[in-house]
């Protein structure tokens, strides 16, 4: 006798595997096209100026790589600005940044500390250049990633913004694995949202921007800590194309350990889901097409689909784990009966099969994303994507959680 929380877990999952399956033929339909269009090559006389902005706040471990990535990018280094920007860092980031003050290409500015989208507005009031964009103090670019995005400004006159594809550099911990895998995923269903005209994240880590958005919709806000999610918003809502370019590759740090990562993706669903009931309007909305009517609507209701599933998850493992352990019991312990061992014990429920497909087409997107990278598809640490859902769902609770109590985010 199956009860309702059966079927609504089972409806959850149905609707899940099925969104898969359609991203996954949408990425099958266009990319193979999108593929095969040839890209134009630039002369340098054709390329507009850039500015970078690198908003900075106690980033003294990786501000020197940032900076050393940025002066090795294949771009005219009279067309390339960088804007740093201290929010009032307290460890050692001002002082090594000193070193640059006499380079032309660099822009020294430090203030109070006011939030990360207040050092970007800083930067933009600063910038002159054609198309301005963000590069984080913890990440790094190949040296063609500019030049990438550019092309793509280039060859599409109604891109107002081009997001990269982001991967986590040289993995150490368990927890940036885990990231590394998720961020592979990430890059096959950001191209695939760029074919259905529906993305809603302009990544901190070089999304570039063409200097005539804040213009016309203003500088960046708070967002609720989501500062790259809320202006991604705002340019849809707008109707401002977003495109993103698999050919722009940037590397982040990755978090270290299980605290720093629940706090930042505790605050970037936070983040989702009160810039979501700000930007309502767009929801089942035929006027957004696909991220109206599809694409937003489904990542709603998957955060609220991880909550229901949590208690039923946990109470299947802990009932799984008891049939497992149980037999092994019955053999040590006779008075508690005799053990017949049985390998076809473990039975197959309706929801169990659901879950492994869903699994499966997983690291689907993982394998499509590797590839997309040109990178080797198998690794040991694939392996530790199983754990994802089981961590997602507790980031989500939190998320969710703060939201209805109306608590706020913090950054660190």
Not at 68 to 95: C, H, M, Q, R
Not at 109 to 114: F, L, Q, R, S, V
Not at 143 to 158: E, H, M, N, T
Request: hydrophobic share 45%.
């Amino acid at each position: 006798m199956h009860s309702v929380g059966d079927y609504v877990n089972l409806g959850l999952v149905f609707i899940g595997i099925y969104v898969q399956i359609f991203l996954l033929f949408t990425y099958l339909g266009w990319g193979r096209k999108a593929n095969k269009e040839p890209h134009k090559v630039y002369t340098d006389a054709e390329l507009p100026t850039v500015g970078i902005i690198v908003p900075c706040w106690n980033d003294s471990d990786g501000v020197a790589r940032t900076f050393a990535s940025l002066f090795a990018a294949d771009y005219p280094k009279e067309k390339l600005n960088i804007i740093f920007v201290d929010d009032g860092s307290k460890d050692e980031t001002w002082n090594i940044v000193q070193k640059y003050k006499d380079n032309p290409q660099v822009s020294l500015y430090h203030k109070e500390n006011g939030g990360k989208w207040t050092a970007l507005n800083l930067g933009l009031e600063k910038n002159t250049a054609d198309i301005v964009g963000c590069l984080d103090a913890d990440s790094t670019i190949e040296p063609d990633a500019i030049r990438q995005s550019v092309y793509r400004f280039l060859g599409d006159p109604k891109a107002m913004s081009v997001v990269p594809a982001m991967t986590v550099a040289n993995p150490k911990t368990l927890m940036q694995h885990i990231q590394k895998v998720e961020f592979e995923s990430v890059i096959y269903l950001r191209e695939t949202f760029s074919f259905l005209d529906a993305l809603f994240i302009t990544s901190g880590p070089l999304s570039l921007f063409r200097k005539e958005v804040f213009e016309k919709v203003g500088g960046y806000r708070s967002g609720h800590q989501g500062e790259d999610l809320e202006i991604a918003m705002r340019l849809q809502y707008n109707h401002m194309k977003i495109v993103f370019n698999r050919s722009t590759r940037v590397y982040t740090a990755g978090m270290k350990s299980w605290k720093t990562l629940l706090k930042q993706r505790v605050r970037w669903t936070y983040s989702f889901l009160k810039n979501s009931v700000e930007y309502k309007k767009m929801y089942f909305n035929p006027d957004y097409g696909h991220l109206g009517m599809f694409v937003l609507p489904v990542g709603y209701l998957g955060n609220i689909a991880a909550i229901l599933l949590i208690p039923f998850l946990l109470y299947n493992i802990i009932l799984g784990l008891w049939h497992l352990v149980h037999p092994i019991l019955l053999g040590i312990y006779p008075h508690f009966g005799t053990f017949h061992f049985n390998p076809f014990f473990l039975s197959l429920t309706a929801l169990s099969i659901l879950g492994i497909i869903a699994l499966a087409l997983g690291f689907v997107g993982v394998f499509i994303g590797r590839s997309m990278l040109k990178q080797k598809v198998w690794s040991l640490d694939l392996f530790s994507y199983i754990l994802y859902p089981f961590l997602s769902m507790a980031w989500t609770a939190k998320a969710v959680w703060k939201t209805v109590a109306g608590q706020a985010v913090t950054w660190r």
